[in-house]
């Protein structure tokens, strides 16, 4: 049986009460289940009984051993990012409780993810964007037929989407299935490989952190891992919220600099900021990788070089890995959360009039 539970003062919720967030003191709330021993992974296994899985196939994504590192290769999932997974979760849940419409905040991916999801399960969806979201993330929101309403900065999206009532707030930011979902990439990890020590994170509102976590916690409170590898969280350049809190490792980034390559990381309002700060100490992160455009550019550049389209935010995370199996001489293992070609223009014209109908 699933509850909805708050991590900060131990509340238990119906899983189908329509919170997000704590009544008593307002943080997000995470799962809680009985833990079973994951049989390879698949969302199948974690959606909670009653609840009908709205699925497109995601993930059971490859791991690529190359040199040092361990690629999971999440870009390809079917809409090119890790969100299917938690989205896959999140929509099953609206559907469940009988919305028609839902709401979301994205720098991109989330809203894609939301918008191919509610598609499948007959939703309608608005997804708030900042306005210099990539052309290739915001045309793919609108072929699957969402609506795209674009704001000044990505924090403003995100403050208009929770205002807004017409339809149930997904906001994978502080949606508890969103995280349940993404915690299908631990277990999928375990059943590839029982030795992992490091992972490194990129990290935006934190979904991808948390749920790695949650699932290798639970793994280790069911005895098959005895510890919890170390997970070493990525910022871009100029976004970084855990400064502060975690000593920092600057990769061609300086003060004034603010990252423009890796727009999936460009959040400072960050729900699950307190989560992600105890969730570090939690996983023993040494400290935090802040990435500059000039290093993730190179490491972008290397990425083509060995076959892998990901997206600049998911180079981010590659140069960290660089840093990181360097200076801890380690493999690493790296999440490629993105997909790059949804940043490869194509010669559209003819392809619009049925994507978009006439213009
Ligand atoms: C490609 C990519 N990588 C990483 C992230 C960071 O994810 P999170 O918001 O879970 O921290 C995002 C979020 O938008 C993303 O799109
Ligand atoms: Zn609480």
Known sequence: MHVLRCPR??????????????????????????????????????????????????????????????????????????????????????????????????????????????????????????????????????????????????????????????GFY????????????????????????????????????????LGLLKGFEELRELGLIDEVPTLIPVEACGYSKLRGYLRSVYLECAESDKSLLADALRLTIVPRLRQIVEGALRAKAPYVAVVGDRAIGEALKELYSLGLPVEPSSAATYAAAKYVAKDLSTRVVVPLTGSGLKYVPVPSEPLDRYLFGAQ
């Open 170 to 209: 997904v906001g994978h930011v502080v949606d508890p299935f969103f995280i349940e979902g993404i915690k299908d990439i631990s277990l999928e990890l375990y059943s590839v490989r029982r030795d992992l020590e490091v992972v490194v994170v990129p990290v935006a509102s934190g979904t991808l952190f």
């Open 9 to 166: 003062c131990g509340i238990e919720l119906d899983l189908l009460a329509k919170q997000h967030t704590c009544p008593r003191c307002g943080e997000p709330l995470l799962l809680k289940a009985e833990l079973r021993v994951p049989e390879g992974g698949g969302l199948e296994s974690l959606v909670p009984d009653g609840l009908k899985l709205v699925t497109l196939g995601e993930g059971r994504t490859p791991t690529v051993e190359l040199g040092n590192y361990l690629f999971k290769l999440e870009f390809l999932n079917p809409t090119g990012s890790f969100k299917d997974r938690g989205a896959s979760l999140s929509i099953s849940r609206a559907l469940k409780l009988g919305f028609r419409m839902v709401i979301e905040d994205s720098s991109g991916n989330a809203g894609i993810s939301t918008a191919a999801y509610s598609a499948r399960a007959g939703l309608k969806a608005r997804v708030y964007v900042p306005k210099d979201a990539p052309q290739g993330k915001l045309r793919l929101i609108r072929a699957f037929g969402a609506e795209v309403v674009t704001s000044e900065t990505r924090d403003e999206a995100h403050k208009r989407a929770v205002s807004d009532t017409s």
